[in-house]
């Protein structure tokens, strides 16, 4: 059973416009949720995280935003650039509550077009 | 700093044999977790040692086992190699706690089971 989704396999974007990336949870205790990215044979980078007292995290070009609500999460690129192309990987897990580990979803590749 | 620092990078084994994977943690840090990344999945979690400390399995066979030793590196073995194993193994650190908060990932060893 799947606990982080991440319903999208693929995405292509202009370069300058805005990427969304989606993300849904089915676990309510899940207060914690971060952001990865992984290039072709490296390991994922972390991006950018939020706790579920939050509902929207700002670094840069990155926005990340929770609606506890729908256990749904996005993440906004803008603008999107080349060196944004890459997998990005959805992550929970029970910190404040278990700290348990982290839970990824299966990924969405994000192709960014010149 | 050196980031988090894994060997062998590529490897092939045959069905039955055993290996074992090296992780050394960012400096500092004392946590260390593993995860396997079959192709098309998100990383999946295997193990998490804290202060030389099992604190956390996932669901994987006793075939994989793990340790951390007294500088904070670990080894993953894997018993009784079979295909399903093929994956990609990541390591990760965090600095104080047990993962759940931000980990920070190595560039991974691609296992190979022929």
């Known amino acids: 059973d799947q606990q982080v989704k991440q319903n999208s396999p693929s995405l292509s974007v202009q370069e300058g416009r805005i990427s969304i990336l989606n993300c849904d949870y089915t676990?309510?205790?899940?207060?914690?949720f971060l952001w990865y990215k992984k290039y072709p044979a490296e390991g994922p980078t972390f991006l950018i995280s939020i706790s579920s007292i939050k509902d929207k995290n700002e670094d840069g070009r990155f926005t990340v935003f929770l609606n506890k609500s729908a256990k749904h999460l996005s993440l906004h690129i803008v603008p999107s650039q080349p060196g944004d192309s890459a997998v990005y990987f959805c992550?929970?897990?029970?910190?404040?509550?278990?700290?348990?580990?982290?839970?990824f979803g299966k990924g969405t590749r994000l192709s960014v077009i010149a | 700093d050196a980031g988090v620092t894994q060997s062998p990078t590529h490897l092939i084994k045959t069905r039955g044999q055993q290996v074992t994977l090296r992780c050394s943690p960012i400096s500092g840090h004392k946590s260390v977790s593993w995860y396997q990344q079959v192709l098309g999945q998100g990383p999946q979690f295997i193990f998490q040692?804290?202060?030389?400390?099992?604190?956390g399995r996932g669901n994987f066979p006793d075939r994989f086992s793990a340790r951390q030793f007294p500088n904070y590196s670990s080894e993953l073995n894997v018993n009784a190699l079979l295909l399903g194993d093929s994956a990609l193994y990541l390591c990760a650190s965090s600095w104080g706690v047990p993962s759940g908060n931000t980990i920070y990932f190595g560039e991974g060893s691609w296992l190979t089971v022929v």
């Open positions: 992550a929970a897990s029970e910190y404040y509550s278990g700290n348990t580990p982290l839970v």
């Open positions: 040692y804290y202060e030389k400390e099992e604190r």
């Open positions: 676990n309510s205790m899940f207060d914690y």
